[in-house]
């Protein structure tokens, strides 16, 4: 029997997502502050300390304090939002994708119960499943992985859904089976994949040939997901592009009106 709440669902749209989501009475969805789109008016929004998936329960101040102290080293706030149905029929909310991407829904159940994404990924998910930090091991994947040391742990017997840029795909790695890929692309893998780093070949190909010093390495057995479109990527291209084209001046930069793409970019 399931332990998280058992949610409906629909993915609407095609590069601009966002899943609208059915709630029976008492059901209860939790989102990272600032995902939702809209919601029936009998909709009880609440914000909670931690998860709100009550696996913390019995634990003592310490415990939960050193798990809300993970969360702020990993650049996440102390608290999320939940949605609860108080109503006696089936309600709906959604929740919007923050950039042109993908979303996709995981079944923790089907994944042991466990899934590892990159800390921007997480959209929400159905009550039950707890959103912990996963501190990488590996000192060089930390270092240079793209990701550094903190990536986000999903765990439960439910939905969760992820989003990332341009298309996602599904790979699965037997076991042994290697995967190089850039470190940027990786959106979520099993807790069986081993994740590492290597150099991306000679000092020349490294340098010049435009994909980095390190690439990341998937070594099977499991599943990983992978997205076309990294947002440090596309967030680059803009930045150049505005850049070049107009020079920094909000005279002649359309962006600079909004207060200057860089600092939206939080570049100097």
């Known amino acids: 029997m399931r332990k998280a709440h058992e949610v409906?669902?629909?993915i609407h749209g095609d590069d601009m997502q966002f899943v609208e989501i059915g709630l029976d009475a008492g059901e209860t969805i939790v989102a990272e502050a600032g995902a939702m789109m809209f919601m029936d008016s009998t909709i009880q929004m609440d914000t909670v300390f931690g998860d709100g998936s009550d696996q913390d329960k019995g634990k003592g101040i310490m415990d939960k304090m050193l798990g809300a102290g993970k969360r702020v080293l990993a650049g996440e706030s102390l608290f999320m939002t939940t949605f609860t149905n108080t109503s006696g029929g089936k309600k709906s909310l959604?929740?919007?994708?923050?950039?042109?991407?993908?979303?996709?829904?995981?079944d923790l159940s089907e994944y042991n119960g466990q899934i590892i994404c990159q800390r921007d990924a997480f959209l929400c998910a159905a009550?039950?499943?707890?959103?912990?930090?996963?501190?990488?091991?590996?000192?060089?994947?930390g270092f240079f992985g793209g990701e550094g040391f903190i990536m986000q742990r999903l765990v439960g017997d439910g939905l969760a859904f992820l989003h990332a840029g341009g298309t996602i795909i599904s790979k699965e790695l037997q076991a042994g089976e290697t995967m190089k890929l850039d470190t940027g692309c990786l959106v979520a893998m099993t807790a069986g994949v081993n994740y590492d780093v290597t150099f991306a070949g000679n000092i020349q190909s490294a340098i010049f040939g435009g994909e980095g010093l390190f690439l990341a390495t998937l070594t099977g057995p499991g599943h990983v997901w992978l997205q076309s479109l990294p947002f440090s990527r596309f967030a680059n291209r803009l930045y150049a592009s505005a850049k070049k084209n107009g020079k920094g001046s909000s005279d002649t930069n359309p962006l600079g009106s909004l207060g200057g793409f860089k600092n939206f970019l939080g570049r100097d």
């Open 127 to 141: 009550k039950g499943i707890a959103v912990e930090i996963a501190f990488q091991k590996n000192i060089g994947a």
């Open 94 to 106: 959604a929740f919007a994708a923050p950039y042109p991407g993908k979303i996709i829904s995981l």
């Open 8 to 10: 409906d669902y629909q």
